[in-house]
């Protein structure tokens, strides 16, 4: 089996249709790693116009079961004020389906909210959500030039967001919700200049700055009870898609 790889002269299209082909791979007898591939519980993350990309790809393929989308998660797949660009007001939005997390860089300066426009789409439509922007980020910090403080935080939230989805793994929320992430205060974590927030089972919380998602909580995602189905074993591979376009 072939998979496709995206275009250059980065397509968007294109993009799509590699995740997809990738999954395509990932659940077919050619991997592998088949035999140990739990491949009813996907993750997808993306860079850049990788992320945007996949915005799309949730929406169509019904595999993918979480998103991470670095820098930024947006409400179309062309992007918004809370992508790196910050110049684009789309008129064709996604519909939001897969419970998704925005990580986003201090770049632009178009106001405390403008780094959660996606966040507040996925909430608007009643799917879990969750945004953090880094402390004195650039767009490359998800690339090769990041640094290893850089890469800590990403890891961080990046694995607690599809451990809580992939494996409802309890101590998931905890980690979301830590008042030191990667063992730094959240003060120097998350950035005073955009707003960080969460929308999880059902609560919001407009600041993770000001604390108001500090405590535990029970956190179930669509369709399951709050009690956490630990069925997956250390030896099962979650798989990560990653599309990376600078």
Not at 20 to 30: A, I, Q, T
Not at 82 to 88: A, D, E, F, L, R
Request: aromatic share 8%.
């Amino acid at each position: 089996m072939i998979i496709t790889e995206p275009s250059s002269g980065g397509s968007l299209t294109s993009y799509n249709t590699a995740a997809r082909s990738g999954v395509d791979y990932l659940v077919s007898s050619s991997s592998p790693y088949a035999s140990s591939t739990n491949v009813d519980r996907i993750g997808a993350a993306g860079w850049s116009l990788g992320a945007r990309a996949l915005v799309r790809t949730q929406q169509e393929d019904l595999r993918i079961d979480a998103l991470v989308a670095w820098d930024n998660l947006a409400k179309s797949e062309t992007g918004d004020m809370g992508s790196p660009s910050c110049n684009n007001e789309p008129t064709t939005l996604t519909i939001p389906r897969a419970p998704a997390m925005g990580q986003a860089s201090e770049s632009c300066s178009n106001g405390l909210t403008s780094k959660v426009v996606g966040f507040e789409h996925w909430r608007a439509a009643g799917v879990p959500a969750f945004q953090v922007t880094f402390e004195g980020s650039t767009h490359f910090w998800w690339g090769s030039t990041g640094s290893a403080t850089a890469r800590a935080r990403i890891d961080h939230y990046t694995r607690a967001w599809f451990d809580l989805w992939l494996k409802n793994d309890p101590t998931a929320t905890d980690r979301l919700r830590s008042t030191e992430p990667a063992g730094t205060p959240l003060a120097i974590v998350l950035s005073d200049q955009y707003v960080s927030a969460s929308f999880l089972n059902g609560q919001h919380c407009p600041d993770l700055r000001a604390g108001c998602c500090t405590t535990r909580a029970n956190v179930a995602g669509p369709n399951q009870s709050t009690t956490p189905d630990l069925t997956l074993t250390a030896d099962d591979i979650i798989v990560y898609l990653s599309w990376f376009f600078a």
